[in-house]
Nanobody, 119 residues
Framework: QVQLVESGGGLVQAGGSLRLSCAAP????????MGWYRQAPGKQRELVAT???????NYADSVKGRFTISRDNAKNTVNLQMNSLEPEDTARYYC?????????????WGQGTQVTGAS
C-alpha cells in the first residue's frame, strides 16, 4: 500500500499564507507525476497543481500567481506554497501521485489536509 502523507494545513486569515507538504516513497516520487487537488464541501474534487518528475508544472487558473508547487528531491516531498489565500480556497487538499504507461494507470491519494481561509 502506497502512503502519501500530507502536512501543513490549518486556518489562515484572508491574504495569509500556508505551506503544504506531501511525503512519498522514493520509488513513487522519482517516477510519478505529483500533484495537489482540493475538494470543497458540495463540490467535485479539482486540480490545483501538478509537477512531473522532470519539473514540468501545471496550475489551475484560479491559483496561478498565488500558489507555487515544488519538489524536494532530497526529502521525496512535494510542496505547495499558498500565498494570498482567499476564503474561496477553503477545501480539503489532497496529495496525488499518478503514473501512466501504455494501458496501465497507477493512482494514489493521501488522506487530505484541511485548509480554511477565514474572511
Amino acid at each position: 500500500q502506497v502512503q502519501l502523507v500530507e502536512s501543513g494545513g490549518g486556518l489562515v486569515q484572508a491574504g495569509g499564507s500556508l505551506r503544504l507538504s506531501c511525503a512519498a516513497p522514493g520509488s513513487i516520487f522519482r517516477t510519478y507525476v505529483m500533484g495537489w487537488y482540493r475538494q470543497a464541501p458540495g463540490k467535485q474534487r479539482e486540480l490545483v497543481a501538478t509537477i512531473t518528475s522532470g519539473g514540468n508544472i501545471n496550475y489551475a487558473d484560479s491559483v496561478k500567481g498565488r500558489f507555487t508547487i515544488s519538489r524536494d528531491n532530497a526529502k521525496n516531498t512535494v510542496n505547495l506554497q499558498m500565498n494570498s489565500l482567499e476564503p474561496e480556497d477553503t477545501a480539503r487538499y489532497y496529495c496525488n501521485a499518478n503514473y501512466r504507461i501504455l494501458s496501465l494507470f497507477y493512482d494514489y491519494w493521501g488522506q487530505g489536509t484541511q485548509v480554511t481561509g477565514a474572511s
